[in-house]
C-alpha cells in the first residue's frame, strides 16, 4: 500500500513538474512574441516621420522642380501637390547596420517622399501620381526615380496626350491584338525606365486555368499616348 501511494505521489510530482514546464515555456513563447512585434513596431515606425509636416521651403523647391519641366501655367492647371501622401523618411536602424542590403546610397540618409496628383479635367483619364524624392534641402535625388515628369519645355507634346482610350484600342488591334477569351485590360498610365513617357497598355488573355491554381496569359501592346505609335508588344504571365 505504501508502495502504490508514494508511486503515486512520484507520478503527480512528475506531472506537476511537467505542467509547470509547459506553463514557463509557454509563458516565455509569449514573451519572444511580443518582443518580436515590439521590435518590428519600432523599426516600423523610426522609417517614416512628419508625414503631414513637410517644411515649407521644401515644398517650394519641390514645386519648383515640377515648373521647370512642365512650365508655370501646366503647373498651376493641372499639378496638386498631396500633402497626405508626401512625407519624411530617415532609415531604420536596421538598414544602417546593413548597408549591403540597400539599392541606392541616398536611402541610408533622411529624405523627403514628394508626390503630387497630375488631373487634366478636358481627358478624364488623365488621372495620375508624380513622384520623387529630394534631399533635406530640398534637391532632387541623383539617382532616384523620377515618374510622372515628361519634359514639356524641351517637348512640348510630350503631355498632348491625342490618343484617347478608343483610339488605342482601334491600334492595338491594327496591331494584331487577339481578342482573346475575356475582355481587354486597359491602362493609361506613365511608362518608367528606357522610355518615360506616358502610354496607353492594352492587354489580352489567351488562355486561363483554375483547376488546381490560377493561371493565366496573353499579350500587351504599349502605345504612345502622344504619336499613337506602338512602343512594344510583349508577352505576360502570372499564376498564383
Same mark, same amino acid.
Given at each position: 500500500?505504501?508502495?502504490?501511494?508514494?508511486?503515486?505521489?512520484?507520478?503527480?510530482?512528475?506531472?506537476?513538474?511537467?505542467?509547470?514546464?509547459?506553463?514557463?515555456?509557454?509563458?516565455?513563447?509569449?514573451?519572444?512574441?511580443?518582443?518580436?512585434?515590439?521590435?518590428?513596431?519600432?523599426?516600423?515606425?523610426?522609417?517614416?516621420?512628419?508625414?503631414?509636416?513637410?517644411?515649407?521651403?521644401?515644398?517650394?523647391?519641390?514645386?519648383?522642380?515640377?515648373?521647370?519641366?512642365?512650365?508655370?501655367?501646366?503647373?498651376?492647371?493641372?499639378?496638386?501637390?498631396?500633402?497626405?501622401?508626401?512625407?519624411?523618411?530617415?532609415?531604420?536602424?536596421?538598414?544602417?547596420?546593413?548597408?549591403?542590403?540597400?539599392?541606392?546610397?541616398?536611402?541610408?540618409?533622411?529624405?523627403?517622399?514628394?508626390?503630387?496628383?497630375?488631373?487634366?479635367?478636358?481627358?478624364?483619364?488623365?488621372? %495620375?501620381?508624380?513622384? $520623387?524624392?529630394?534631399?533635406? @534641402? #530640398?534637391?532632387? =535625388?541623383?539617382?532616384?526615380?523620377? &515618374? !510622372?515628369?515628361?519634359?514639356?519645355?524641351?517637348?512640348?507634346?510630350?503631355?498632348?496626350?491625342?490618343?484617347?482610350?478608343?483610339?488605342?484600342?482601334?491600334?492595338?488591334?491594327?496591331?494584331?491584338?487577339?481578342?482573346?477569351?475575356?475582355?481587354?485590360?486597359?491602362?493609361?498610365?506613365?511608362?518608367?525606365?528606357?522610355?518615360?513617357?506616358?502610354?496607353?497598355?492594352?492587354?489580352?488573355?489567351?488562355? %486561363?486555368?483554375?483547376? $488546381?491554381?490560377?493561371?493565366? @496569359? #496573353?499579350?500587351? =501592346?504599349?502605345?504612345?499616348?502622344? &504619336? !499613337?505609335?506602338?512602343?512594344?508588344?510583349?508577352?505576360?504571365?502570372?499564376?498564383?
Amino acid at each position: 500500500m505504501l508502495r502504490k501511494l508514494l508511486s503515486k505521489n512520484s507520478s503527480m510530482t512528475k506531472l506537476i513538474k511537467r505542467k509547470h514546464l509547459f506553463a514557463v515555456a509557454l509563458i516565455l513563447a509569449i514573451v519572444s512574441i511580443a518582443l518580436i512585434f515590439a521590435t518590428q513596431f519600432t523599426l516600423s515606425s523610426s522609417v517614416t516621420l512628419a508625414r503631414h509636416n513637410i517644411p515649407i521651403s521644401i515644398v517650394e523647391k519641390s514645386n519648383q522642380f515640377i515648373i521647370s519641366k512642365f512650365g508655370q501655367d501646366f503647373f498651376d492647371n493641372y499639378i496638386q501637390y498631396s500633402k497626405s501622401e508626401s512625407y519624411y523618411i530617415v532609415p531604420d536602424k536596421y538598414l544602417l547596420d546593413h548597408p549591403e542590403i540597400v539599392a541606392h546610397e541616398f536611402l541610408l540618409k533622411p529624405y523627403y517622399h514628394m508626390e503630387y496628383t497630375f488631373k487634366m479635367p478636358e481627358k478624364p483619364f488623365v488621372d %495620375e501620381l508624380i513622384q $520623387f524624392s529630394v534631399d533635406t @534641402n #530640398g534637391t532632387v =535625388i541623383a539617382g532616384s526615380e523620377v &515618374s !510622372g515628369i515628361p519634359d514639356l519645355i524641351n517637348n512640348p507634346s510630350a503631355a498632348n496626350f491625342t490618343i484617347d482610350e478608343a483610339q488605342a484600342r482601334v491600334i492595338a488591334k491594327n496591331a494584331g491584338l487577339e481578342d482573346g477569351i475575356a475582355d481587354w485590360t486597359t491602362s493609361f498610365h506613365w511608362f518608367a525606365g528606357n522610355l518615360n513617357t506616358y502610354v496607353w497598355s492594352i492587354q489580352n488573355t489567351l488562355q %486561363e486555368d483554375s483547376k $488546381f491554381a490560377y493561371s493565366a @496569359n #496573353g499579350r500587351e =501592346i504599349i502605345i504612345d499616348a502622344n &504619336s !499613337g505609335k506602338v512602343l512594344n508588344i510583349v508577352e505576360w504571365s502570372c499564376q498564383s
